[in-house]
């Protein structure tokens, strides 16, 4: 069964950055693009960025992008996601996806748990 586990989440002051990191194991996730969401309690999940599986499209969600970045390492497994300028607006848990294939609106079908990322104004 395909796990994904994400990490690097903190406590940063606004303008700070964090590095989010997602890794997977328990399978193969060989062709799938990869994704990074967000929800606030009480609110709609919200995608924030996704990458194809050669890491040579992505696209990011309007409110984000020119401050987040998604990359990969297929040869670790692992998906980043560079956050900078944080706002305490960014505050939420962060999650990892994954989808079979890559485009705006594609079903996610394997998550991780979670972490959280919490921004001090």
């Known amino acids: 069964q395909v796990r994904l586990i994400e990490s690097g989440g903190g406590s940063v002051q606004a303008g700070g950055s964090l590095r989010l990191s997602c890794t997977h194991s328990?399978?193969?996730?060989?062709?799938?693009?990869m994704g990074w969401f967000r929800q606030v309690p009480g609110k709609e999940r919200e995608f924030l960025a996704a990458?194809?599986?050669?890491?040579?499209?992505?696209h990011y969600e309007e409110s984000i992008e020119g401050r987040f970045t998604i990359s990969r390492d297929n040869s670790k497994n692992t998906v980043h996601l560079q956050m900078d300028n944080l706002r305490p607006e960014d505050t939420a848990p962060y999650y990892c996806?994954?989808?079979?294939?890559?485009?705006?609106?594609?079903?996610?079908?394997?998550w991780g748990q979670g972490t959280q990322v919490t921004v001090s104004s």
């Open positions: 990458i194809n599986w050669s890491g040579d499209s992505t």
């Open positions: 996806a994954a989808a079979e294939y890559y485009g705006r609106g594609q079903k996610y079908t394997v």
């Open positions: 328990g399978g193969s996730l060989v062709g799938y693009s």
